[in-house]
């Protein structure tokens, strides 16, 4: 906010004209002629002409006229015997008496965050407010992810609280959108044992005991490789009851899309196959085989996780 200077205004001249009679004799005044700058003005003497001004006595007379004027008051005190003429006196104008508006508040008012007042500024100096807003993608999320608009308008106030200037202005906010690619993902424990050679397909199932276990949960780890998956969370096994409960904890941006969850005596889930009971580790065939009658076993934790990859067609238009 710059200060870009003044304009005077509601001008105002006004004084007082003092007659003396300095003279022998009474002094009959016909006429009293004031010229402010260059037009005639209005005085009020409280007396109807013609006055007779006794010998050493004084008239006084005032004069208030709205207005810029420049130039000279001059007045001319006209008797039956003759017009005086005073002396002519320059007008001078001097600092205002009033200052308008000379102290403003600047107060910003913002769909983010509401009225807030920035601070006052006193002419002449100039003055500058700053603020700011931190926006982060956990703020949206992909739910909310997009476009949003924001329109703040600062404002100038006065005296009496009135609004004397304004602006507006709108900042525009692009949320990132994802489009997510799905992999499957498994807990390892501290004593896993891979599904490979056993099942073509990697995963591990997990021996414990009764307790408490926090486990890794990796995706993409393909022949238990876990140098060829991602990290992306870990599981909760909480085996303290007649029962094992999983909790699954994904980091962030990863999400959660499905999960599996295998827990028995037998170290792979198992289905009927004709007579024959058979080992599988197809998610679609787990079970949680409880309450149990047994102190060790085996859990497997299968999850599928979507991984973020940024959306191509998001953003802004050219």
């Not at 309450?291 to 299968?302: F, H, L, M, R, T």
Request: charged share 20%; glycine share 10%; with cysteine.
């Amino acid at each position: 906010m710059s200060y870009e200077g003044y304009e005077d205004s509601d001008w105002n001249v006004s004084g007082t004209i003092t007659i003396e009679n300095n003279g022998t004799a009474e002094a009959v005044i016909t006429d009293i002629e004031d010229i402010l700058g260059v037009t005639e003005i209005d005085i009020a003497c409280g007396v109807d002409l013609p006055y007779i001004l006794p010998v050493g006595g004084t008239l006084t007379c005032t004069y208030n006229v709205d207005g810029y004027i420049e130039g000279y008051n001059e007045v001319t005190v006209t008797t039956e015997v003759r017009p005086y003429e005073a002396e002519d006196v320059l007008l001078v104008w001097g600092d205002p008496t009033t200052e308008v508006n000379a102290t403003i508040t600047v107060v910003d008012d913002s769909d983010l965050s509401g009225e807030v007042t920035l601070g006052t500024a006193t002419a002449p100096d100039d003055a500058q407010f700053t603020y700011t807003k931190d926006f982060t993608w956990e703020d949206y999320g992909q739910d909310a992810c997009g476009d949003h608009t924001y329109y703040n308008t600062s404002k100038v106030i006065g005296d009496g609280d009135l609004v004397i200037d304004f602006a507006t202005a709108k900042v525009d906010v692009y949320v990132q959108c994802y489009i997510y690619e799905y992999e499957t993902a498994y807990a390892k424990g501290d004593d896993e044992v891979c599904f490979i050679p056993t099942f073509r397909n990697w995963g591990w199932t997990n021996p414990i005991g009764p307790g408490t276990y926090e486990m890794e949960l990796w995706a993409g780890a393909g022949q238990c490789n876990t140098g060829k998956g991602t990290l992306v969370g870990s599981v909760t096994v909480d085996y303290t009851g007649d029962c094992v409960v999983v909790e699954y904890n994904v980091d962030s941006p990863y999400i959660l899309d499905e999960t599996h969850v295998y827990a028995g005596c037998t170290m792979f889930p198992q289905m009927q196959v004709g007579k024959r009971w058979v080992d599988t580790v197809a998610p679609g065939q787990y079970y949680n085989d409880c309450p149990y009658s047994w102190s060790k076993v085996y859990v497997i934790a299968q999850a599928v996780v979507g991984f973020p990859i940024p959306d191509p067609d998001f953003g802004p238009e050219e």
